[in-house]
């Protein structure tokens, strides 16, 4: 069922103070917490500017600027429902408190273009910090999101492409981001983080993951950290292909990535470590696929795990990877069809090496390092080309 983000509310935020939505043209909105909601009928200018973020986007032309001149605090929800860009000004960090079981920043605008810069938001026993039915695209730009009870950043609409640079979120009740995907199935959806934290979230893989991406979503992860959390979670759910690539990334926890039915994780230069469940590539579902390189592994349960539901098997691809003070298997892999190759992979230090179960193959290319303190290799171990 998709999920209740409260939109009905969003036509009470539409009138405030008797000022019409439909914009004053005012290119530039200008916000303070000094300032007085009055001046919203002269477009909230700079010398005279408005008192809160809502003032001012409704005034604010399509394509414009609402921009926040001081600290604040301020309060939501704000109801962003065309083109707009809502930032502070060079340098300020604003904060944002939102009511209990409200949101802080909705977003209505479809085809729209959106940036969000520069806000700290306070969601104790909000539901979301920033919750999406539909957009064309969407940048958050230094937004720091602090406990929501829900998920932090919901995507539940149609919605083109997200950026999201320099921003942190933090203990969420749920996920820290989800694109549900309802709209998804038949159109894509480009997801780009960079230097992104989830911290502190909800530990539970299937029911607090730090990003969790739904059906047609490709994701481009670079510098994203995830402390003590369930990492990622790819689910098509029936729709479109689901697919991430990370790279320089760290991850502790458990259950770092998990792959659903048909989904693609490609992982390079990122590192892995702590927490009892599994390293990256905690794999299931029908014929999912994963390739790590240049990574490492410690701390963990296991290193990489793929499993299949499916007949053709899941595909995992290891590639110059360190493993080490793991609690079982470095690689292992399982299910009919299911195959694993090893290219010049290192492993010290574990109780198990390579395991194979249920069928599956492990493709070696016979330049990997093993020093086990238990079985090196055990399952079907076959010759993998040289590269």
């Not at 937004?143 to 919605?159: K, P």
């Not at 083109?160 to 959806?189: C, F, H, L, P, W």
């Not at 790279?247 to 259950?255: A, E, M």
Request: charged share 15%; aromatic share 4%.
């Amino acid at each position: 069922m998709k999920p209740d983000i409260g939109w009905p509310r969003i036509a009470a935020l539409l009138l405030l103070g008797g000022v019409a939505t439909a914009g004053l043209g005012a290119q530039r909105a200008f916000v303070s917490g000094e300032g007085d909601d009055a001046s919203a009928v002269a477009g909230c200018p700079v010398a005279a500017p408005c008192r809160t973020l809502a003032a001012a986007v409704a005034v604010a032309d399509t394509g414009g600027e609402v921009i926040v001149l001081d600290p604040g605090p301020y309060t939501g929800p704000v109801a962003i429902t065309r083109s707009l860009t809502v930032t502070t000004a060079r340098g300020l960090d604003a904060a944002v408190d939102v009511p209990a079981t409200q949101t802080g920043f909705y977003v209505n605008a479809p085809g729209a273009t959106v940036l969000l810069r520069g806000f700290s938001i306070a969601s104790d026993g909000a539901d979301h910090a920033i919750a999406v039915n539909a957009v064309g695209s969407l940048t958050l730009e230094r937004i720091e999101a602090r406990g929501a009870v829900f998920t932090a950043v919901l995507i539940a609409g149609s919605t083109s492409s997200i950026a999201i640079v320099d921003s942190v979120i933090v203990r969420t009740g749920n996920y820290g981001m989800a694109i549900e995907g309802y709209d998804q199935k038949a159109a894509s959806m480009l997801l780009a983080l960079d230097r992104v934290a989830f911290v502190d979230l909800n530990g539970a893989v299937t029911a607090g993951a730090s990003l969790r991406l739904g059906p047609s979503v490709t994701a481009l992860a670079r510098g994203v950290t995830m402390t003590g959390t369930a990492g990622l979670w790819l689910d098509p759910a029936g729709g479109g292909p689901v697919a991430a690539s990370i790279t320089d990334s760290l991850f502790t926890g458990p259950g770092v990535v998990v792959a659903g039915d048909g989904a693609r994780v490609d992982v390079a230069r990122s590192t892995f470590e702590g927490g009892a469940g599994v390293g990256a590539g905690f794999t299931f579902g029908v014929e999912p696929t994963v390739a790590v390189v240049d990574s490492s592994f410690a701390g963990t349960f296991r290193g990489l795990t793929v499993s299949s539901d499916g007949p053709a098997g899941g595909q995992l691809l290891s590639v110059r990877n360190q493993f080490h003070r793991l609690d079982d298997a470095a690689i292992h892999a399982e299910g009919a069809g299911t195959r694993a190759t090893i290219v010049r992979n290192r492993i010290l230090g574990v109780p198990s090496g390579l395991v194979g179960t249920a069928g599956a193959i492990l493709a070696t290319t016979g330049d990997t390092v093993i020093e086990a303190t238990g079985t090196p290799a055990a399952g079907a171990v076959v010759p993998a080309p040289k590269w």
